[in-house]
């Protein structure tokens, strides 16, 4: 069965601290992973997919199979960062449906 | 570019009562999903619609129910509300199934 977990509800740092948010999954095949941001009074937005390789923001992630894992990063971080983070998982027969983790509330600190 | 766009963003009803959720996708896209984010539980896949069809649906009771019409603008319905409905619902839409979902503002039911 589908699955993503990520760890940490809650994660604060301080303005130019490096910031890693985790994500975990399991799936049997070969997935897709998405990062998704809401920022306060905003509607949930895509901020990464793993197949475009691309860093947006600054936030990076490289999907590691061994460890199914797909960890966002940014080696500093800023303060409108601080949104809630969700990590995302696709793939198989339900191509299409999203699986959502619980999200992670960064807070960026001045 | 106009985005995904939904109605009402509250809605307030008592338990036993019907409700009816809107979207409209972006423009041509013809895939729209449906998710509800109820309070610690996050997001929960509801209902895929495509070209007018039920693709896929998620674990939730067949009072879920939905259409997509020929516009590609969707309702979810939800009969017999109970008070664990009470959530946040949010329509994505995409241009087919493997690209990018973009999502909605969301409405907000309250069951009473």
């Known amino acids: 069965a589908q699955r993503v977990t990520q760890p940490e509800k809650l994660l604060s740092v301080f303005k130019g601290a490096p910031v890693e948010l985790k994500c975990n999954y399991s799936?049997?095949?070969?997935?897709?992973l998405f990062w998704y941001v809401q920022y306060s009074r905003q509607r949930l937005q895509l901020l990464l997919r793993?197949?475009s390789r691309e860093s947006i923001k600054g936030f990076t992630a490289d999907l590691n199979k061994g460890e199914t894992s797909f960890h966002l990063k940014k080696p500093f971080a800023q303060e409108e960062d601080s949104a809630m983070y969700y990590c995302a998982l696709r793939g198989g027969s339900t191509l299409g449906r999203l699986y959502f983790g619980r999200g992670t509330q960064l807070t960026v600190w001045p | 570019e106009a985005g995904v766009t939904q109605s009402p963003t509250h809605l307030i009803k008592t338990r036993g009562q019907q409700a009816t959720l809107r979207c409209s996708p972006i423009?041509?896209?013809?895939?729209v999903y449906w998710y509800q984010q109820a309070l610690g539980l996050g997001l929960q896949f509801l209902l895929w619609?495509?070209?007018?069809?039920?693709?896929n649906r998620g674990n939730f009771p067949p009072r879920f129910s939905g259409r997509q019409f020929p516009n590609y603008s969707s309702e979810l319905n939800v009969n017999a509300l109970e008070l664990e409905d009470s959530a946040l619902y949010l329509c994505a839409s995409s241009w087919d199934r493997e690209e990018t979902q973009y999502f909605g503002p969301g409405t907000r039911l309250l069951v009473l």
């Open positions: 793993h197949i």
């Open positions: 619609y495509d070209e007018g069809e039920e693709r």
């Open positions: 423009s041509g896209h013809t895939s």
């Open positions: 799936y049997s095949g070969s997935p897709e």
